[in-house]
């Protein structure tokens, strides 16, 4: 798979998989490529080369009589429906209540009546620690709990992959504990394939089951994160982990 920005080869020659129910974290330097690679994933960017595919079924391109095709808005809405996401900058819609945020995408994509989208809303609130802020506007939360939110709002469509882009990033040090926390549960306790961007190298050690070092857009180093943390091989790896941890 390839991805250009312009003449910026960003990812190139990339080829990895990740099983049903694995946690894997890409690790490495700023533009390296890792965020691009989830985004990729969301489709809120295409591949310029290559294929992506989910449970077998191509994502927005496939090859067809040796010619690569788009697939159509409807196919990549379907697949679509089975990822969520969660970004460095929360991202929620701010006009909306925080009920409103978590039951917006059920209700209308996924046609959940809306008492049971809200009944569920509830629970991934109270499962978030934020059951009295439903009725809240994200502008009266704090950074932490907004990203609380965002994740149970990423949860009410029950996504079959979760991607986490550096979701603590953005946060006040002392806050990143409660929403890793809720992350850990999130993997402990659901069998969600999750790919994961952070910068919290302990979080990564706990949660995934393995770990790419990205450098240049190329995966340099692929272990276990016991490894990757412990005894990486490749020098680059070696001299970016001694400079973040
Ligand atoms: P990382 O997440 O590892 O920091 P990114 O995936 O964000 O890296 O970025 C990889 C490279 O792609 C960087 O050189 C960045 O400038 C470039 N890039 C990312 N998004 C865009 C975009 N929308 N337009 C142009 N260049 C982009």
Do not use: C, W
Not at 94 to 107: H, L, R, W
């Amino acid at each position: 798979m390839q991805k250009r920005f312009g003449d910026n080869i960003v990812l190139n020659d990339l080829n990895f998989e990740v099983a049903k129910g694995e946690r894997v974290t890409l690790i490495g330097p700023s533009g390296s490529g890792k965020t691009t690679i989830l985004r990729l994933v969301m489709t809120l960017e295409e591949a310029t080369d290559g294929y992506i595919y989910i449970d077998g079924e191509p994502l927005t391109h496939e090859l067809r009589g040796g010619k690569r095709v788009e697939l159509k808005e409807k196919h990549k809405n379907d697949v679509r429906k089975r990822i969520g996401m969660v970004f460095q900058q929360f991202n929620l819609f701010p006009n909306m209540t925080v009920m409103e945020n978590i039951i917006e995408a059920p209700v209308h994509v996924l046609k959940t009546p809306k008492d049971a989208a809200k009944r569920r809303a509830l629970e991934l609130l109270d499962q978030v620690g934020l059951a009295d802020k439903a009725d809240a506007h994200p502008m009266q939360l704090s950074g932490g709990q907004q990203q609380r939110v965002a994740i149970a709002r990423a949860l009410a469509m029950d996504p079959e992959i979760l991607l986490l882009d550096e979701v603590t990033s953005a946060l006040d040090p002392e806050i990143v504990g409660e929403v890793l926390s809720i992350l850990r549960d999130v993997a402990k306790t659901t069998d969600i394939t999750m790919l994961i961007v952070t910068h919290e190298m302990q979080f990564a050690r706990d949660v995934s089951n393995r770990v790419l070092m990205f450098d240049g857009g190329k995966i340099v180093e692929e272990a276990s994160p016991e490894v990757m943390f412990t005894q990486p091989k490749q020098q680059r790896t070696q001299e970016f982990l001694s400079a973040v941890l």
